[in-house]
């Protein structure tokens, strides 16, 4: 497996060094070499980030103000010459923190630090607030508090977010077994719903957003006295 990852670094040095460790390393793809916060926000506007080596002292916006303002934020690993910043880095659940200078030996670490999270992947109902879905060979992820629904077909499930569609190869109740009980629930033999993103239900169709879905006969009851109807 690959994983896609960005550099965000101003000084020029530091950020050749880090794209020629990268390029030695087969498990990641480079997908951005940035020179500033604001050039990797465009970056993560655009494409699927999953992994960033970012410095912190930066001029104009820090490396640690830079991903503490990320909505959604893909796994990091600090860079720095400051051990200073190194428990507030810790705190903001980084994978790891890299003093410079630092050897490939040490930066080969981390990415496996790094890939020991991707390669075991977390459960949906976690307390982290996201999920992480390996689809196509690739692990994407997604904020619970995206999720609409869950459609079942065969055995694959299609879990509809916000703003994407993943494919991933699983049943519906096993899923549904890793959500949270009080925000997620069946009404259709192929279909699972977010309770927080109902908007309204007319008859048996429940709307979500732009989006319908049916209630199944045999889980109307439930469902109905779930939210109390």
Excluded: W
Aim: charged share 25%; aromatic share 10%.
């Amino acid at each position: 497996m690959k994983i896609n990852c960005i550099i965000v670094e101003d000084e020029p040095t530091a950020r050749k060094l880090l794209e020629k460790y990268i390029a030695d390393c087969p498990s990641l793809q480079l997908v951005k070499s940035c020179k500033n916060a604001f050039e990797a926000s465009e970056v993560l506007n655009q494409a699927e980030i999953e992994l960033i080596f970012l410095d912190i002292n930066m001029p104009k916006l820090s490396g640690l103000a830079f991903y503490k303002s990320l909505t959604k934020r893909p796994y990091v690993i600090f860079t720095t010459a400051y051990p200073q910043y190194a428990i507030e880095g810790f705190e903001l659940d980084a994978v790891d923190y890299l003093l410079k200078p630092f050897p490939f030996e040490r930066f080969l670490k981390s990415v496996n630090k790094a890939l020991s999270i991707f390669q075991q992947p977390i459960p949906l109902g976690n307390n982290n607030g996201f999920l992480i879905l390996k689809s196509d060979k690739k692990l994407y992820r997604v904020e619970i508090k995206e999720l609409l629904y869950l459609e079942a077909f065969g055995d694959y499930i299609k879990v509809h977010c916000t703003d994407k569609s993943i494919i991933v190869h699983d049943t519906l109740q096993g899923l549904l077994d890793q959500l949270p009980d009080q925000d997620f629930i069946r009404i259709h033999k192929s279909f699972a719903i977010a309770l927080h993103k109902i908007d309204h239900i007319e008859g048996n169709l429940v709307h979500l957003e732009n989006v319908t879905v049916p209630i199944g006969q045999t889980y109307r009851a439930e469902f109905f006295n779930l939210i109390k109807a």
